[in-house]
């Protein structure tokens, strides 16, 4: 039950962020979160707020009429918020370790396919998609037909995030029981690194 309480208060301080970006709408708004640093809600909070400002900056570039300097500006934007958000998942992935490396594996436990953090990535990216597609179903400027789809585009959404919150509250009870090894592989992204990328070093 602890570990469902975890998924819920993650689901919550998600949706809160995704309210409290679209108070102004604006990629360049300043973020204040209401955590304090260096726990882990504030954590959640902060990546929520930025899979928020990704979204947007997504669509942003796909503006055919966008000018290819702009676009150019907002692609490094999108890189930096990538490098940001995989910096950020593996320190909530580290709070998971805390909790959890210490727990004697049972004879049969198995390892999962990813960190818990990473599924908690994926439970945040989808309450962006949830606000976004019910601004998409109140819409009253598209077809009957349109409308119908995203509404079950919709419910697909919710179905989705049910089931995401029970998994990952069965995932972390796993951990905390022993039935599965807690392990961290960290990204070990190279391209942002001007000692590996072999444009960045050829350059020197």
């Avoid at 909070?45 to 300097?69: A, F, G, M, S």
């Avoid at 919709?154 to 009870?173: F, K, P, R, Y």
């Amino acid at each position: 039950m602890v570990n469902m309480n975890f998924v819920e208060t993650s689901n919550s301080i998600f949706a809160q962020a995704v309210r409290d970006y679209h108070r102004t709408d604006d990629v360049d708004t300043p973020i204040q979160n209401p955590y304090p640093a260096g726990t882990i809600e504030h954590d959640l909070y902060l990546k929520n707020w930025i899979d928020t400002v990704q979204w947007h900056l997504e669509d942003i570039i796909r503006d055919p009429q966008i000018e290819p300097t702009e676009a150019l500006t907002i692609k490094r934007r999108i890189d930096k918020s990538n490098q940001e958000r995989t910096d950020l998942v593996e320190r909530i992935d580290s709070y998971f370790w805390e909790q959890y490396h210490h727990v004697k594996p049972q004879a049969d436990a198995r390892i999962n396919t990813e960190s818990p953090a990473w599924a908690i990535d994926r439970l945040s990216i989808l309450h962006v998609k949830i606000w976004h597609m019910q601004e998409q179903v109140e819409r009253t400027d598209v077809s009957a037909e349109q409308h119908e789809k995203c509404v079950a585009k919709m419910a697909v959404l919710n179905e989705q995030l049910n089931d995401m919150t029970t998994s990952i509250g069965q995932l972390l009870d796993d951990y905390a029981s022993g039935k599965r090894i807690m392990k961290v592989y960290r990204q070990m992204k190279m391209y942002n690194d001007p000692t590996m990328n072999p444009v960045l070093y050829g350059k020197k």
